[in-house]
T-cell receptor, first 115, second 110 residues
């Protein structure tokens, strides 16, 4: 079946502009993570969605970042008033949760460059 | 302060060598994951461990909960194993949140 898709694959934007990144997870996966990978840095947790529960937003670095997951499927990550330090690869992971098992399937990522 | 530390940061091996990558963590965890990131950037989940040992093909992952340590072993290494290997732990206290190591870059030379 289809894997996780993300769009756009690359985004170059000017400082101060808003951007919206999209993730299409695997059908039937109730959980979804957003991560950020800055150049030379490890992966950083941003936000977690599980079913209809309130999302865990504890990893969002500032109030310029927000995310939604509509209908338990597609998710969008929005960054307002982008800054140069927002430049990174943004990854989403469609996650199959079964008991204590978390099987994560990563999307290809969106490379964001803020100029 | 890094909740997850990996070693070595970089590793070069000859084809056929046995490889070990280490991961130590400082938080209570519900599970530990090993991920593989290929040069093109794609990330694949290799293992999820909460205890003991798992094996998949030439890959073996072990975890010692008491010592807060995990190892990823690759037997009979091959150039196609060249990738960045990332250790990630799911925090027991925060439930959903993952902490990641900075990765071990492995190059296997033919």
């Amino acid at each position: 079946g289809a894997g996780v898709s993300q769009s756009p694959s690359n985004k170059v934007t000017e400082k101060g502009k808003d951007v919206e990144l999209r993730c299409d997870p695997i059908s039937g996966h109730t959980a979804l993570y957003w991560y950020r990978q800055s150049l030379g840095q490890g992966l950083e947790f941003l936000i977690y969605f599980q079913g209809n529960s309130a999302p865990d937003k504890s990893g969002l670095p500032s109030d310029r970042f927000s995310a939604e997951r509509t209908g338990g499927s597609v998710s969008t990550l929005t960054i307002q008033r982008t800054q140069q330090e927002d430049s990174a690869v943004y990854l989403c992971a469609s996650t199959l949760v079964s008991g204590n098992s978390y099987e994560q399937y990563f999307g290809p990522g969106t490379r964001l460059t803020v100029t | 302060k890094n909740e997850v530390e990996q070693s070595p940061q970089n590793l070069t091996a000859q084809e056929g060598e046995f490889i070990t990558i280490n991961c130590s963590y400082s938080v209570g965890i519900s599970a530990l994951h090993w991920l593989q990131q290929h040069p093109g950037g794609g990330i694949v989940s290799l293992f999820m461990l909460s205890s003991g040992k798992k094996k998949h093909g030439r890959l073996i992952a072990t975890i010692n909960i008491q010592e807060k340590h995990s190892s990823l072993h690759i037997t009979a290494s091959h150039p196609r194993d060249s990738a960045v290997y990332i250790c990630a732990v799911r925090s027991l206290n925060t439930g959903n949140q993952f902490y990641f190591g900075t990765g071990t870059s492995l190059t296997v030379i033919p």
